[in-house]
């Protein structure tokens, strides 16, 4: 079903867009949260930081997978924007191929890399037996969590952001009553935690292509449209690719930093851990402005409407801005509750409260330049997008956190702020490259 955004109010439709897709986000967020939540309550801390330390790598892989795919909702976007149908079908065609192949040639690559993975994470000891079980079972389960992207990205281009809502929330349900089942009831630890997601997963993908195929809600393509356009596969992948990068690079800086959190021991990484699943909770909103931005201006940009699409992104700005500062506020006041509600122990509960309360003050910057990197993306700049986040994490993130994590052993909130700083260089570039494309355009 297809919806137009290039028309009524910009606030009104980056609303009702961002709504369903803030949704969607949430629940698959709460996948790896009911993970945490309940192997905390029936497994010790080991099966907890496996759990951590495995739902990690998977989230590295799936915003990966999500920012490679954010090319065929920019091209599918512009395709509708400007009624060019054959192209919509085709950009809808040659996804679904392109991605089929990489979910084969992903799932084999990482079945093999599995140990070299553990290893790389500096995962505790006692905590290696756990992540190589989970992870070995989610990498597995690697070509479901590609064919409900494929799904939710068509989705998106088409300016519908509410059927991946309730396919996710059907799979949300499934993995909670799964999760209770297999670590609560079968006691099989951080493994069973990895088969009620990959489970859920699976029974939420064979329902999105059930119902896309009873409502015909891709009326029109054919089987040539399947068939690899050089073109078309070359539009996907100049987008897709830098936004890949980008999201990897970042959790890549997010790995690395738990890695320094491993080696201070096993509290840390607990600690570390669980605060990043917050701040993922916390981070759906820019998330979803990044995304949602990236649909609404593509079929603007699409449709010649530059300046709507330049008007989007500022409404945009404001809103992540604001919420990142409420966000920031409260969890001066909530974040050892908010620990607390996935560790019982006083000290990781003691060290995830300090590195929160520094951490959570990312919300504002990081934001604004991930609706600027929507923007870029619907520009089909999406390089930019990669330039500044590369900037950020190599000459700040990383080494702030290196050296606060040496230099202050016994506290974890120094090392916190490592991330806003880092936020803050990549606004800066942002603001610059915003600027600079905008004079270029005059120019022309």
């Known amino acids: 079903m297809e919806k137009n955004l290039t028309e009524g109010s910009i606030l009104k439709n980056i609303i009702l867009f961002s709504l369903p897709f803030l949704l969607s986000y949430l ?14 309550r029936f497994d010790p801390t080991s099966s907890t930081t496996a759990v951590s330390i495995g739902s990690q790598v998977m989230h590295m892989l799936t915003v990966m997978i999500v920012g490679l795919a954010m ?47 553990v290893r790389v994470m500096s995962t505790p000891d006692d905590a290696v037996r756990g992540t190589r079980a989970y992870l070995s079972i989610c990498f597995a389960g690697v070509p479901f969590i590609v064919m409900y992207n494929i799904i939710c990205s068509i989705c998106r281009g088409m300016g519908d952001s509410r059927s991946p809502m309730y396919y996710v929330a059907i799979a949300c349900v499934c993995n909670i009553i799964l999760d209770y089942i297999f670590i609560g009831a079968c006691r099989l630890g951080p ?41 078309t596969v070359s539009n996907i992948l100049r987008v897709g690719i830098p936004v890949s990068a980008q999201d990897g690079f970042i959790q890549i800086s997010f790995i690395v930093i738990t890695v320094f959190a491993n080696r201070r021991g ?145 506290t974890l909130y120094p090392m916190g702020w490592a991330a806003p700083i880092g936020s803050m260089v990549s606004v800066v570039i942002c603001v610059i490259m915003y600027m600079s494309l905008r004079e270029k355009r005059r120019d022309r």
């Open 27 to 40: 629940l698959q967020t709460l996948y790896g949260l009911a993970d945490l939540f309940i192997i905390g």
């Open 71 to 117: 090319g065929a909702t920019v091209l599918i976007g512009r395709a509708v924007g400007s009624g060019d149908r054959p192209l919509r079908n085709r950009a809808i065609g040659n996804t679904v191929t392109l991605f089929l192949i990489i979910s084969v040639v992903l799932t084999a690559v990482l079945l093999i890399m599995t140990g070299p993975i």
């Open 191 to 231: 493994a069973g935690a990895a088969l009620g997601t990959t489970l859920a997963q699976a029974l939420s993908v064979i329902i999105a292509l059930t119902v896309t195929v009873r409502r015909d809600m891709i009326a029109g393509i054919g089987r040539g449209d399947f068939k690899p356009d050089r073109d």
């Open 266 to 410: 096993l509290n840390d990484s607990a600690a570390v851990g669980i605060v990043e699943k917050l701040i993922g909770i916390l981070f759906l909103v820019p998330s979803t402005l990044l995304a949602s931005v990236s649909a609404i201006c593509a079929q603007n940009i699409g449709a010649g409407a530059h300046e709507r699409a330049r008007r989007t992104m500022w409404d945009a700005v404001m809103i992540a801005a604001g919420c990142g500062l409420v966000f920031a506020v409260a969890f001066q006041f909530l974040a050892a509750g908010a620990v607390g509600l996935f560790s019982s122990d006083p000290a990781v509960i003691r060290l995830g409260d300090q590195y929160m309360r520094s951490y959570v003050w990312d919300c504002i910057p990081a934001g604004m330049h991930f609706v600027f990197s929507g923007y870029f993306c619907a520009r089909s700049r999406s390089e930019l997008s990669f330039v500044h986040n590369l900037v950020s994490i190599v000459c700040a993130r990383i080494p702030i956190a290196y050296f606060t994590s040496v230099r202050y052993p016994d």
